[in-house]
């Protein structure tokens, strides 16, 4: 019988005390049968988050506190330090939303082949400010041009990645500053369609670091992410950026007339992507 593989659940937290003991609660509520690696950088936080670090360091794989260069630079020290088959970034105010998210995952890439060459997400459960959901984000089933165009957001702190596949596409590009996550996936899926689990896996505050991101900036960075890896969601680089444009619009003039909207969810463009029903017809993406 195949053992379980080992989780390495990575969390970056600056100056969250009260957040960071949510999130390693949720990881040691976990009831997974196999080994879970938690791995916290801190990036430099006062003396309480490191004096928490120090009661708990049994129970970790690792933690550091020391300034680093920013959310994704942390994230690629946590992944020079994983040594799990599996990786998850599941970061400071984030949950796992029941005590066996972990092993349902596990459970349903079983026979998908190697888990370490594997990827995929779940869904996740947006958590406003005053701690009750909001919505639900997955897109299903994976849609290459959609994710493209931004109307199908994968949820990254509901998402697990196979630790080879992982130093095959290499880390977070820092250039990309809040999108290098979704540059990472779709460098993933330009290897391998993630899997699709259809079950709330996290809970993701949206009120945390990182979660704010203005229409514009959302749009303007999927173009380099585009340009970046010389793939396009239509036939074209010039078509690709004048349909993107026409849903750009579409977008902003959605949030123009909902201002109730627009107060509760111009956080995150990815939101809307999920919830406007209007698509810019299409065939399949070329991949």
């Known amino acids: 019988m195949t053992s379980a593989p080992t989780i390495s659940v990575i969390t970056i937290t600056l100056n969250d005390l009260?957040?960071?003991?949510?999130?390693?609660?949720?990881?040691?509520g976990q009831r997974y049968a196999g080994p879970i690696e938690h791995i916290v950088i801190d990036g430099g936080s006062g003396d309480d988050v490191v004096e928490y670090l120090r009661q708990i360091e049994s129970g970790l794989g690792y933690w550091q506190s020391r300034p680093d260069a920013?959310?994704?630079?942390?994230?690629n020290q946590g992944i020079a330090r994983a040594s799990g088959d599996l990786l998850w970034f599941l970061h400071s105010r984030d949950r796992f939303s029941d005590p066996y998210s972990l092993a349902h995952v596990v459970q349903e890439i079983a026979n998908r082949g190697p888990v370490?060459?594997?990827?995929?997400?779940?869904?996740?459960n947006l958590i406003g400010p005053d701690g009750v959901s909001v919505g639900l984000q997955a897109p299903m089933p994976f849609d290459m041009r959609?994710?493209?165009?931004?109307?199908?957001?994968?949820?990254?702190?509901?998402?697990?990645f196979g630790s080879s596949l992982v130093?095959?596409?290499?880390?977070?590009?820092?250039?990309?500053?809040?999108?290098?996550?979704?540059?990472?996936?779709?460098?993933?899926?330009?290897?391998?369609?993630?899997?699709?689990?259809?079950?709330?896996?996290?809970?993701?505050?949206?009120?945390?670091?990182?979660?704010a991101r203005s229409v514009d900036d959302a749009f303007d960075d999927m173009r380099r992410i585009?340009?970046?890896?010389?793939?396009?969601?239509?036939?074209?680089r010039l078509t690709s950026r004048a349909l993107l444009r026409c849903w750009e619009h579409a977008v902003k003039a959605k949030i123009a007339v909902h201002p109730a909207v627009n107060a509760m969810r111009a956080w995150s463009v990815r939101a809307l992507g999920t919830k406007f029903r209007r698509r810019i017809p299409c065939s399949e993406a070329p991949l």
Request: with cysteine; hydrophobic share 40%.
């Open 167 to 211: 130093r095959r596409i290499g880390g977070y590009d820092v250039e990309f500053d809040i999108a290098a996550d979704q540059l990472f996936m779709l460098r993933a899926a330009l290897v391998l369609e993630p899997i699709t689990i259809e079950r709330v896996v996290t809970d993701f505050d949206i009120t945390g670091a990182g979660s």
């Open 226 to 236: 585009w340009d970046s890896v010389g793939c396009y969601p239509f036939s074209g």
């Open 70 to 75: 920013g959310r994704y630079d942390a994230m």
């Open 116 to 124: 370490s060459d594997l990827w995929g997400y779940g869904m996740e």
């Open 18 to 28: 009260d957040g960071l003991r949510r999130t390693v609660d949720s990881v040691r």
């Open 146 to 160: 959609r994710f493209l165009m931004i109307q199908a957001t994968i949820p990254h702190q509901a998402s697990f």
